[in-house]
């Protein structure tokens, strides 16, 4: 449709709301955030192995593997299907606005193009939605992995009273009074109960169909070394090299599934808003965190693990199609890659012992980001829309 | 061309497009608007009224429209016409078709033109 003036907003005045409050974030790790020196060792250990060798598998970079299924929730084409139908329904939120679809969009790498997440009317959010690409791949869920599976994760979004703001008691018998709905409950689990675990193994099963395998590095890897561009592939070699970056963004998922603190500006624009310190100081006293009412700053995985060489880390990102996912960082703060690859040259965030200064040249830069942008972004992805019963 | 898209869950937003449009039909549509949008604008009934008379309107009429939801029909078509185009969040601009979401700055826009302007010499 061609566009229109329309013009559509909410207004009125704030009423008084009944808010979810997010469950209690857990502390418990399975095993401890991965130190990048551990990372630095594989590195020199696999240029010493792949010396005259080929690129392949090189400096920690790999091919995909299959994706991993938990074994309580096996893919099904008609769990699966339910799961599509689900994340695009917007039922699931509150006043039935937002689905899952609205932050982590199809159209935009599967996040929203905004460098602080769409919020529920009224309110602000106060992180960056992170593309759905992959995101099989990740052991930890959130910018500070507070959910070990995506089981687990999905249904923070639609509690959180900033985001969503749903209530699970009344959805499950929202869903239960759609008949449709009935009858993909029943196809997928065999049975017509309509449950929150089930809505959120459903909407993982999906989640777990949106896979980014066919970029030019994964012919790259595979062998087929025409598949990066000569630009491309000097940002390889500097992705893996000089640049380090192959440090973290490691494996088939370039990501580590590890936390680090790069002191990650804080943006202006939060300082200034209201909103976003009251869902600051909500998230840290949902947490636990004692002088909720005065934090000025997002501590990250410190959240959750009380750790205090946790301050302000955050989980890393796959990089891939990370062309289609800007703005960057866990509160957008950079709205290109070039930004980024400045901030990770200068060695990051002022204090930080993540990084130290890379000395790029401009052209070493522009390597970079050729890499990425060429190398790392596959086919656009073909997600069928559903139809909302 | 304007179009009314209440929010449901505030308690005086369908009023305010009410106020909006009966203003409208005494030629103060933009000048209603504005005092709607106003920092602490007080938009129950009373409220309205008190903008009404602020900006000379005929009060009586105006409050008979406001109280016989004169433009219910036409707000309620809005609100289907917001539904079939799947508009649920503002702001939501539509630039030559292309949906686009939430606030964005001066260069996210002008990328999302230009783009557009090029398909379209194609």
């Known amino acids: 449709m061609r566009s229109g003036s329309v013009r559509g907003r909410r207004c009125g005045v704030l009423s008084l709301r009944t808010s979810s409050v997010l469950p209690a974030v857990r502390a418990a790790e399975s095993s401890p955030p991965r130190h990048p020196s551990a990372g630095l060792r594989l590195i020199v250990l696999l240029l010493v192995l792949m010396i005259g060798g080929t690129t392949a598998s090189a400096a920690g970079l790999e091919a995909l593997p299959a994706v991993p299924v938990p074994a309580n929730n096996p893919q099904t084409p008609e769990k699966i299907e339910l799961g599509r139908t689900l994340f695009f329904d917007r039922r699931l939120s509150g006043d039935g606005t937002t689905s899952c679809a609205s932050c982590h969009n199809p159209e935009q790498g599967f996040g929203d193009g905004q460098a602080i997440s769409l919020s529920y009317p009224t309110t602000r959010n106060w992180r960056n939605a992170q593309t759905l690409f992959n995101v099989a791949y990740q052991q930890r869920l959130f910018h500070d992995g507070r959910a070990a599976s995506l089981e687990e994760q999905a249904l923070f979004p639609l509690m959180s009273a900033f985001e969503m703001n749903q209530n699970l008691d009344f959805v499950e018998e929202e869903l239960r009074s759609v008949p449709e709905y009935v009858a993909m409950f029943t196809g997928a689990f065999g049975s017509p109960d309509v449950t929150r675990e089930r809505i959120a193994m459903a909407l993982a099963a999906f989640e777990r169909t949106l896979v980014s395998r066919e970029a030019p590095l994964d012919r790259f890897l595979a062998g087929d070394e025409q598949a990066l561009s000569a630009a491309a592939r000097a940002g390889y070699a500097l992705f893996t090299g000089k640049g380090r970056c192959s440090s973290c963004h490691a494996g088939g998922n370039l990501a580590d599934d590890g936390f680090h603190a790069l002191n990650v500006p804080e943006s202006p624009e939060f300082e200034r808003d209201p909103r976003v310190a009251a869902t600051r100081r909500f998230v840290a006293k949902v947490s636990g965190f004692e002088e909720y009412r005065t934090l000025a700053e997002d501590p990250g995985r410190y959240l959750v693990t009380k750790d205090k060489r946790d301050w302000k880390a955050f989980r890393t990102p796959t990089l891939r199609e990370i062309a289609r996912t800007a703005p960057y960082m866990h509160n957008g703060i950079f709205a290109t890659l070039e930004e980024v690859i400045a901030f990770v040259d200068r060695g990051g965030g002022e204090g930080n012992t993540a990084l130290r200064p890379l000395g790029l040249t401009g052209g070493e830069r522009e390597a970079l980001r050729t890499f990425l942008v060429e190398g790392l972004t596959g086919p656009e992805p073909a997600v069928r829309f559903p139809k909302i019963p | ?122």
């Open chain 2, 1 to 122: 061309m304007i179009k009314n898209v209440p929010y449901k869950y505030r308690d005086y937003s369908h009023i305010a497009a009410e106020a909006s449009l009966a203003a409208g039909d005494q030629g103060k549509y933009w000048e209603m608007h504005d005092l709607l949008l106003a920092p602490g604008a007080r938009l129950d009934r009373e409220g309205l009224v008190q903008m009404a008379a602020k900006l000379g309107l005929d009060v009586k009429r105006f409050a008979a429209d406001l109280d016989g939801m004169k433009h219910k029909d036409l707000i309620e078509r809005d609100k289907a016409l917001a539904v079939s185009i799947d508009l649920y969040e503002t702001p939501t601009y539509f630039i030559n078709g292309r949906k686009v979401v939430g606030n964005r700055d001066f260069d996210y826009l002008k990328k999302v033109i230009d783009e557009e302007l090029a398909g379209a010499k194609r």
